[in-house]
């Protein structure tokens, strides 16, 4: 009999990742958690190369929740300046490598020069099509369906919309997300079994890969692994 080798051919479209761990891998080499964090940023490049080498069309990254503003102000600010560096500093490479940089979340939380960075950063990379890849920023999936809700209520309260049309793809199209498709595959580093308020909508069928590896020693081996896991699952959509 003629070998499967289809296992090897099920690449997942949207992979959605929560990069856990930062704060873990620092702690465990005597460092400080923004070292964890830059750590991480080498992680974020090994993986976006990973994916394009692999086919993946859009890769969403979990870089920092609503909830994140409560960490320690000079934790924050680490991270934003961080942020800003990382989007001036790849944004040729982003360019060469095809890649269109995204966001999703409540941007105007961000402070001003980093959301002027992102901006050009879109925009200047736009017209790029290998990988889209989606940056979840000050982002928590119940206030974007809270958001969702206002939207939808305006538009029924303005007579736009008759209620009993509302449907899953009403919903879908006033999330961030409107025009991307929900993630196949969802990945977490560093064990934790947690969702984390991320993409519960866009999540529902997606295959979910936890890996007890600290994001920033994630690489294209552990991508490649988390891609293999998934080209062995069964997805069924609830059929049988
Ligand atoms: C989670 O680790 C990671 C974050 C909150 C931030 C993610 C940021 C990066 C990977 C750096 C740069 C990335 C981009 C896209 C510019 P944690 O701090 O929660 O780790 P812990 O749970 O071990 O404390």
Not at 8 to 20: G, S
Not at 116 to 125: F, G, I
Not at 129 to 143: C, E, H, M, Q
Not at 205 to 227: R, S
């Amino acid at each position: 009999m003629a070998e499967d080798r289809s296992v090897e051919t099920k690449i997942p479209r949207h992979v959605a990742i929560i990069m856990d761990g930062n704060g873990r891998w620092a702690k465990n080499h005597r460092l400080p958690r923004l070292s964890g964090h830059e750590a991480g940023r080498k992680s974020v490049k090994k993986v976006v190369q990973a994916a394009i080498a692999h086919g993946v069309r859009y890769l969403t990254l979990y870089a920092f929740s609503v909830e994140n503003w409560q960490r320690p102000r000079e934790e924050v600010q680490g991270l934003m300046g961080l942020l800003r560096l990382v989007l001036r500093e790849e944004l040729a490479e982003m360019g060469r490598e095809g890649v269109r940089l995204r966001a999703i979340g409540r941007l105007q939380d961000l402070p001003e020069a980093v959301r002027a960075e992102l901006e050009t950063a879109m925009e200047k990379t736009r017209g790029n099509t290998k990988l889209d890849l989606i940056l979840a920023l000050s982002y928590g999936s119940r206030v974007e369906i809270i958001e969702a809700v206002k939207e939808i209520s305006k538009e029924v309260k303005a007579g736009r919309l008759d209620p009993e049309t509302i449907d899953e793809k009403t919903v879908s199209g006033h999330l961030y997300t409107r025009d991307l498709p929900d993630p196949d595959l969802l990945i977490r580093t560093s064990g934790e079994m947690r969702i984390s308020n991320f993409m519960l909508w866009q999540i529902s069928y997606a295959e979910i890969h936890v890996t007890p590896v600290l994001w920033p020693d994630f690489g294209k081996e552990q991508f490649a692994e988390a891609l293999a896991d998934y080209a062995r699952r069964e997805r069924r959509f609830g059929g049988i």
